[in-house]
């Protein structure tokens, strides 16, 4: 079922004229095949323009979980359309929607072809942001709920409308764009010095999973780079599991919070920001910032700092149970998150959901697992719940949180010598010319997917983020219907999506 | 019930004890760069001019200066300067009424700058209600800000609230560079606001737009749009440069020393 594919493995490079060029009509059907049939899911889904006239291409990034390979292959795109993919696959909606407002190019029959961020069209042309057509509700009794793009809480914008029959949501439409940076655009002919710091704030909150995924990037691409030290993986896996300790920590305090159970919401508030002081006794910055770049790591890291870790964990760790028991243990707030929020399997799959929600509902799929970094112990199990509730996705962080624990305590006991700084973390590493590179970890919310190709130069031609939150938004909207507009808060909550991850 | 109460006494109480002594700083903390004058003048390299990603390092009379409005704080300056002119140390009083206060030049370490906002101080300086408006954020400034409601900060003892609407806030506290997207937002939750209405600039990109000045899709930070009344630099902020610069702009005396 591969064969039509480029096979690359993740951080790996290859040739940019090894990724096959196919007509589009036989491209779309081994994309389709591979998705529907195959076991893969879309990884990223994009344009690249033509380099020196010619035609623009599509170009597919599969993950082939089973296999441990990342498929790629590319469509020629004829007259500015092709038929759209999501009419067979609802997976590629959101990816289609993009590629429409970046490119003008038109997936025909798309079912729902709006704009996702709001960006100027490529004739220069500016939409209002949040002003496009909503689906409606019609009938003396429905109503209209609209919230943002500035909400009541310290909080990212985005527009939200639900329409809804009484207290009912029938259907909740988010619009987003708010954020929009100009990401990928200002990545384009890079590297420059700015570029690790424009990956590390795509999503503030993932910032080491993103420094990780480039760093795998970059180092497919330039295979000059002098190797680093075996801990300094080490230290950055360890950092990404505090990443994801302290993220998980927070949203199920807000959790608790958002039902109005006051004690965990307090002590998880703390606990989140004495994890962030782990990654900041590290690296000087609460979320790693600066840490990694090209070159390595940023500063050194004795490895007497193993142990000064391990018993802050141990000590951190009684502290966290204690809290979360409490929530879990307690009917009334369990009467709120069971069989609140729910996302089928079936739709999670059909949506493409990835990371914590589509494990929650039932789909067991993790990149440290699927996709491991090279030198890095591959995560053995992942957990997953079959119910798809906001309990589900709730439970699944409690138990990622042990699961990361385990995991820093393992990796410590990896660690046997001082990570010296790497020489010269300011210059900015020289990559090869006409490559395409795939590289993807699992942040704190999902799976984090960077796809670069590179120029005859050796320069950025396209650089692709593709944020958990970018498939997860509709997994959101999809756990609203049927439910409660007061619900929202809680279902909300337990996605917990990245606006800036998603606008760029 | 019983749960709750046992939960309750072993968690202890966690809130630090800042202001009255100085905050807990990670080792690695990297606060005001102090500059080293005329170590400059024999270097030509400028390496620390385009190690920099947030073009915050200029070159000056007897060295170079830094623009912390602009600064990630990343270290990366001075680890390429060969001539250990530049130095991170833990001042983390950084807070600025003066846009010009945040400019770093050669020489011994400033003292904080001292200014007062007689106006805020008389109206707000007991109680302070905050609407945040992110514009472009990548949630750190956010988060970090957020942090200071946490039980380890706990702003509302000093009268520091978030308001949930803009009408019942005093200042907005703004973080990101200000998308084009969130302009008129942002120029309409100022307005809700009641008269006076006072604004801070959150972390470097609500500042100067910082790594993100210059895309055609962001305004350069606040300056240019709303009166700015409290510059916090930072990426992000640390929640105890935050809170300390909050502190000061009610009126306040400067926090203690690191
Ligand atoms: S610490 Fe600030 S001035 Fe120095 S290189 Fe980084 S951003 Fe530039």
């Not at chain 2, 899709?217 to 300390?244: F, S, T």
Request: with cysteine; aromatic share 8%.
């Amino acid at each position: 079922m591969n064969n039509g594919f480029l096979i690359l493995t993740n951080g790996v490079s290859a040739p940019v004229a090894d990724v096959p060029v196919l007509p589009m009509a036989p491209f779309r059907q081994m994309v389709l095949d591979a998705v529907l049939n195959g076991g893969a899911r879309v990884a990223a889904f994009f344009v690249l323009p033509p380099e020196n006239g010619g035609e623009s291409r599509l170009i597919a990034v599969l993950a082939a979980p089973q296999q441990h390979q990342i498929l790629v292959a590319s469509g020629v795109i004829e007259n500015n359309c092709y038929p759209a993919f999501t009419t067979e696959c609802p997976a590629f909606h959101w990816f289609e929607r993009e590629i429409y407002e970046q490119t003008g190019i038109l997936p025909q029959d798309h079912p729902w072809l709006k704009p996702i961020r709001f960006q100027p069209a490529a004739d220069g042309t500016a939409p209002a942001p949040g002003v496009t057509d909503y689906f409606q509700l019609q009938g003396d009794a429905a109503h209209e709920v609209a919230v943002g793009p500035v909400h009541a809480g310290v909080i990212e914008p985005g527009h939200f409308r639900f329409q809804c029959l009484g207290e009912t949501v029938h259907f909740l439409e988010i619009e987003l764009g708010y954020q929009h940076r100009g990401l990928e655009q200002l990545l384009l002919n890079g590297p420059v010095p700015q570029t690790p710091h424009w990956i590390e704030t795509a999503a503030g909150d993932s910032s080491i999973a993103a420094a990780t995924v480039y760093q795998t990037l970059i180092r497919g691409l330039s295979p000059d780079l002098p190797p680093e030290p075996e801990s300094a993986g080490i230290w950055r896996a360890i950092m990404l599991e505090l990443e994801r300790i302290a993220n998980h920590t927070g949203d199920l305090g807000a959790l608790a919070g958002d039902v109005a159970f006051l004690p965990t919401a307090s002590y998880c508030g703390r606990i989140r920001g004495d994890y962030l002081n782990l990654t900041a006794m590290l690296c000087g910055n609460r979320f790693g910032r600066s840490m990694w770049t090209a070159g390595g790591a940023a500063l050194p890291i004795p490895a007497s700092a193993a142990a000064v870790l391990r018993s802050k964990m141990d000590e951190l760790r009684g502290q966290l149970n204690n809290a979360l028991a409490l929530m879990f243990d307690t009917p009334s707030v369990l009467d709120r998150l069971e069989n609140t929020g729910v996302v089928t399997t079936a739709d999670a799959a059909s949506l493409g959901l990835v990371g914590v929600a589509a494990r929650a509902s039932g789909l067991k799929m993790d990149a440290r697992h699927d996709f491991p970094l090279p030198g890095i112990p591959v995560l053995e199990t992942v957990p997953h719940e079959p119910v798809g509730d906001v309990f589900a996705r709730a439970v699944i962080r409690r138990q990622e949180i042990a699961a990361s624990d385990r995991r820093i305590m393992d990796l410590l006991g990896l660690i046997r010598e001082d990570l010296p700084a790497a020489p010269s973390v300011w210059q900015v590493p020289v990559l090869q010319p006409d490559r395409i590179a795939a590289a993807v970890t699992e942040g704190w919310r999902g799976e984090l997917w960077q796809v670069a190709v590179t120029d005859a130069n050796g320069k950025f031609r396209r650089f692709k983020i593709v944020d958990p939150s970018f498939h997860n938004w509709a997994g959101l909207a999809m756990a609203l219907r049927g439910e409660e507009i007061s619900h929202f808060p809680i279902c909300n909550k337990s996605f917990n999506l990245s606006y800036c991850g998603h606008d760029l | 019930m019983l749960k709750v109460l046992q939960a309750r006494f072993r968690q202890g109480f966690r809130t630090g004890k800042f202001p009255a002594v100085p905050p807990n700083l990670p080792e690695h903390f990297r606060g005001r760069p102090e500059i080293t004058p005329d170590r400059c003048s024999d270097c030509r390299s400028r390496i620390c001019l385009s190690a920099c990603p947030a073009n915050a390092v200029q070159m000056a009379e007897n060295g170079v200066t830094i623009d912390l409005g602009r600064c990630l704080f990343c270290g990366k300056c001075a680890a390429a300067c060969e001539s250990g002119a530049i130095r991170f140390t833990g001042e983390y009083r950084l807070g600025a009424m003066k846009r010009d206060s945040l400019i770093c030049r050669p020489g011994a370490m400033p003292e904080p700058e001292q200014a007062e906002n007689p106006e805020l101080r008389r109206l707000c300086g007991r109680s302070l209600k905050i609407r945040q408006v992110s514009v472009g954020g990548c949630a750190a400034c956010e988060l970090d800000f957020n942090v200071l409601n946490t039980l380890a900060w706990d702003m509302g003892r000093f009268g520091i609230q978030v308001a949930a609407s803009p009408r019942h806030a005093d200042c907005l506290l703004i973080t990101g560079p200000v998308t084009e997207n969130m302009l008129l937002a942002l120029k309409k939750t100022y307005a809700a606001v009641p008269r006076p209405a006072f604004v801070i600039a959150c972390g470097s990109c609500a500042v100067s737009g910082g790594i993100y000045a210059g895309s055609p899709v962001v305004h350069n930070g606040v300056e240019d749009i709303l009166p700015v009344d409290l510059y916090v630099p930072g990426c992000p902020p640390h929640p105890a440069v935050l809170l300390e610069a909050l502190l000061y702009l009610m009126g306040r005396k400067r926090g203690p020393i690191a």
